[in-house]
């Protein structure tokens, strides 16, 4: 028996290789983008003064960023698991 979505679609379950390949291709291009500005912000915040560090790290936008920077950390399990995945499919394919 199949399970059903609330609209009445049965969800494919299969996974197409390629388009998997795209999204890990995509998710890898976003980590590294995100590695990269994190250490921008890091180099950036060693030049700043005491002052201008309190002044930054009170605002809203410092906060979402930790609030951001926590999340990409919980996702990194699951991009761990889609890494696996991706290389058993990888090597059926070959």
């Known amino acids: 028996m199949s399970e059903e979505t609330s609209d009445g679609v049965t969800p494919r379950r299969d996974l197409d290789f390629a388009q998997a390949r ?3 291709s995509i998710i890898e291009s976003l980590l590294e983008h995100t590695h990269v500005v994190s250490d921008l ?3 950036m915040a060693q030049v ?3 002052d ?6 009170n605002t809203p ?6 609030d951001s920077r926590r999340a990409m950390e919980k996702t990194r ?3 761990e698991r889609f890494a696996e995945v991706m290389k058993r499919l990888d090597g059926d394919a070959t």
């Open 22 to 24: 795209l999204a890990y």
């Open 41 to 43: 912000i890091a180099l």
């Open 48 to 50: 700043l003064d005491e």
């Open 52 to 57: 201008t560090t309190k002044a930054l790290t």
């Open 61 to 66: 936008q410092w906060k979402a960023y930790l």
């Open 77 to 79: 399990d699951n991009v």
